[in-house]
């Protein structure tokens, strides 16, 4: 999607290339309102981070995701996918943050990146 701009008599046409909605903590308003703007966007890269405490809500929230990717535009959820979407998924448990990172392409394909941060060593540095 191309939004323009006219400023001081010149005319700018924007593009918005990376559209990103964060989310304290996971709820089934993501569904209601983050998830949907996210996937209308004309971005190439819509970006999702929230947080999780159990599997299920990780589970639950990538297979959403993925139900919009890869598929016949007659069979998406939404209108068709245009980009990639990043799915940052976070909980902590004592002195260890976990995060999660999903990718999806509108092929079809997922990738998968874990990681940790020793929360400690973090506020250290800070």
Known sequence: MIYQLIFHGIRW??????????????SQDIYRDELPKLLASGAQLKVLITY???MREETD??????????????EQKTRQVIGEFLLLLGDS???QARWRA????PSGKLGH??????????????
């Open 102 to 105: 999903y990718i999806f392409h």
């Open 61 to 74: 929230l990538v297979g959403r995701i993925k139900g919009n990717y890869g598929k016949p535009k007659r």
């Open 93 to 95: 448990e004592g002195s």
């Open 52 to 54: 999780v405490k159990r």
């Open 13 to 26: 046409d924007l593009r918005i290339l990376v559209a990103i909605e964060h989310e304290n903590a996971y």
């Open 113 to 126: 990146i874990k990681a940790r941060t020793d929360l400690k060593k973090l506020t250290d540095v800070i």
